[in-house]
Structures are given as structure tokens and as C-alpha cells.
């Protein structure tokens, strides 16, 4: 029996490489002759890096400018193939919330510099695709600092150019784009994001998300009338509209890539199933283990245990989940391809041993499912 093993993360106890490690253990409990193949995954956000670097790609550091503007060390990677070589980049590991202490100063000043480095840094390494997971972000400055270290100019009224950061966006008077670096236009770009937010307005970037950024009620709006202002000049220098679903993701991270490049935006678990070579895995595997830290109504939205669990039930292949916990009922399980399931805390018999010792229980809530399938 082949058997593949594509777990997403546990959040705040395993890794997706652990936990993957730990459903092994399991599977050959019960099956000791099984061929196993471990295949960690993510959902575009954190874990992404280190699904890459499961699936052979090379690490890559950078000192990079921070969302604050002290220096930070970022990792990226670079995944390369018979025809292409992938970067990929969390922008979280340059720009990202916890590299910062939430208020409205910080919500206000932080940008995206750092981020855009790293896609220089990955365009230097010869990158013909880049992948970036926008997750966990620090700044609303709708990827213009990121543009910026890649060679955009953004003038204010007076012909000085604005300071970075999104509440400076405001004085943004003109673009001027003819330094951008020309490799971005032959660079294949993905974004890995999950919502559907538009840039800016009630249901935007500065709404939405602002608040846990440090952000109150004023500086939202004033982030919102940043964004506005620089939805506008990038629809007078490019004729794109970038108010539009998704843009909003990471501060409007991607807007300001979908205006000045041809970048797009995909669920995040489609694009690390292309990247990490996830539809020829499942060819060869005869039955398929997943999994995550809670499998819930947000399960059903692209995360990765049902979005496996669907590819996997095109093809006629048995899905068996393992998840921290378990909400979801057994017939909307059955709807998604899933075969069998079981938890974490079922198998502990407490949510605080399931956390504690999370990689034990990982193993023998596996072997539980798959001796009840």
C-alpha cells in the first residue's frame, strides 16, 4: 500500500513536517508494510516556506529593512524545477505583525519594504516564478513600500517623494514607474490569498483587518483614505482597477503587484498543491492522510485537509483526516471525500494533554481512524 501524508500545520503545535511525521508512526502501526511518502502542506499562509523546503527546495537569508524600518533576517526559498525556478516568499518573514508592538503609530507607519527586497533577492537568484504567501502582515500600505524597493517612485504635491509606510500614501500625488525593475515584467508572480476583501471601503483592508494591527477607528479611516488615494493613481497610470476581491488581503499587499505587473491572485492551498507537486503525488497513492489543528466551518473555505480531501476523492482514493479537533459532522466529512476522521482530543481525552503532547496523540488518533475505517 502506497500512502501519502499531506497534513497542513497544527497551529501552535506541530509543524506540518511533525505532524506528518507523527501520522506515520501512526499509519505503520497499522499497516507496517506500507510505502509511505510525506508531503507537508500549507494554505498559502504560515507554513509555506517550510512546505517548499520539505519538497527540495534551497533556503535563502537576507538582512532586510523591517516593517518598522529596523533591519531583520528574513528566509525565503527557491524551489527549482526542469523548466522553471520558484521563489518563494512569506512576506510575513520581512513585513509581518510580529516583528512589530500593535498600535496606532505602528499601524499607521509600518510598509512593505523589506518584502520587496526579497523578490529582488529572489529575481538576483535567477527566479523565473514567485510565489507569495501574505499572510500575518504588519503594514496596510497596499504593497507600495514592497514596489518601492523594487524601483517604483511615488512623488507627493511638492515634487518630494512620500515617506513609506500606508498613512503616507495620502500625499501621494504621482507614480513614476520607469525605474521598476524590468525583470518583473518576464517573472511569473503568484499571491496565495484566502479573502475576498476589495482594497479599500467598509469591507477593505483598513476596515477589516486595521484593528489588529494596532489600528483604532480613526486611523482606519485615514488608512482607507490612503488606500483610496493610491487605488487612484495606479488606475491613472496603468488603467487597472484594483479595488477589487482579494486585493485587500496582507494591507492590500497585492494591489499594488496586480496594477504594475501581471501578477494574480489564487487560493493558497492551490497554489502550494502546484508548487509542492501535489497532483503527482496522489497519482501514485492508493490512500491519503490529512490533516490540521481544527477542522471547522472555516475547513470548508480552501484550507487544505478538505481542499485534499476533494482532489483525492477525484481520483477514487480513501481520505482518512486527523485534525486537533473536530466540528464538523461525519455526513459533511462524507460530502468532501473524507472517509474517516478523528481528533486529537478525542484520542488524549482532554483538549490540554491533546496540545501538550500533541505529536503522541497525533499518532494514536491515526492509528484510532484508520483502524475504524
Request: proline content about 3%; aromatic content about 4%; glycine content about 12%.
Amino acid at each position: 500500500m502506497k500512502v501519502l501524508i499531506a497534513p497542513d500545520k497544527f497551529k501552535g503545535t506541530l509543524s506540518a513536517a511533525e505532524a506528518a511525521s507523527a501520522m506515520a508512526d501512526g499509519v505503520l502501526r497499522v499497516y507496517p508494510d506500507a510505502h509511505v511518502q510525506l508531503l507537508p502542506m500549507a494554505d498559502g499562509g504560515e507554513g509555506t516556506l517550510e512546505a517548499a523546503l520539505a519538497a527540495g527546495a534551497v533556503e535563502h537569508t537576507d538582512r532586510v529593512v523591517g516593517p518598522l524600518d529596523r533591519e531583520v533576517t528574513a528566509s525565503w526559498a527557491l524551489l527549482e524545477g526542469p523548466d522553471r525556478k520558484t521563489a518563494v516568499i512569506e512576506t510575513a518573514r520581512a513585513s509581518g505583525l510580529l516583528l512589530t508592538e500593535p498600535s496606532v503609530q505602528s499601524a499607521l507607519a509600518a510598509h512593505s519594504y523589506g518584502s520587496g527586497q526579497l523578490i529582488e533577492a529572489a529575481l538576483d537568484a535567477g527566479a523565473t516564478e514567485i510565489v507569495l504567501g501574505v499572510g500575518g502582515s504588519a503594514m496596510t500600505d497596499g504593497g507600495s513600500g514592497a514596489l518601492r524597493a523594487l524601483g517604483l517612485s511615488i512623488y507627493n504635491d511638492g515634487g518630494a517623494e512620500v515617506l513609506l509606510g500606508g498613512a503616507a500614501l495620502a500625499t501621494a500625488h504621482l507614480l513614476d514607474s520607469s525605474g521598476l525593475d524590468p525583470r518583473l515584467a518576464k517573472t511569473v508572480i503568484r499571491i496565495a490569498a484566502d479573502v475576498a476583501n476589495p482594497l479599500y471601503g467598509p469591507d477593505g483592508a483598513a476596515h477589516v483587518f486595521g484593528a489588529q494591527k494596532g489600528a483604532d477607528a480613526v486611523s482606519c479611516r485615514l488608512l482607507d483614505e490612503a488606500l483610496q488615494r493610491w487605488a487612484q493613481l495606479l488606475l491613472q497610470a496603468t488603467g487597472r482597477d484594483v479595488n477589487v476581491a482579494g486585493a485587500g488581503a496582507a494591507g492590500g499587499f497585492p494591489a499594488g503587484f496586480m496594477a504594475l505587473t501581471d501578477a494574480g491572485v489564487a487560493r493558497g492551498f492551490e497554489v502550494v498543491a502546484d508548487l509542492v507537486g501535489l497532483d503527482a503525488a496522489l497519482a501514485d497513492a492508493d490512500l491519503v492522510l490529512t490533516g490540521e489543528g481544527s477542522l471547522d466551518r472555516q475547513s470548508e473555505f480552501g484550507k487544505v485537509p478538505l481542499g485534499l480531501a476533494g482532489r483525492a476523492h477525484e481520483r477514487g482514493i480513501a481520505v482518512v483526516v486527523v485534525a486537533g479537533q473536530i466540528s464538523l459532522s461525519p455526513d459533511t466529512l462524507a460530502v468532501h471525500g473524507v472517509h474517516a476522521a478523528a481528533s486529537l482530543v478525542d484520542a488524549a481525552r482532554s483538549e490540554e494533554q491533546a496540545m501538550a503532547h500533541a505529536a503522541r496523540y497525533v499518532t494514536l488518533a491515526t492509528q484510532h481512524a484508520l483502524e475504524g475505517a
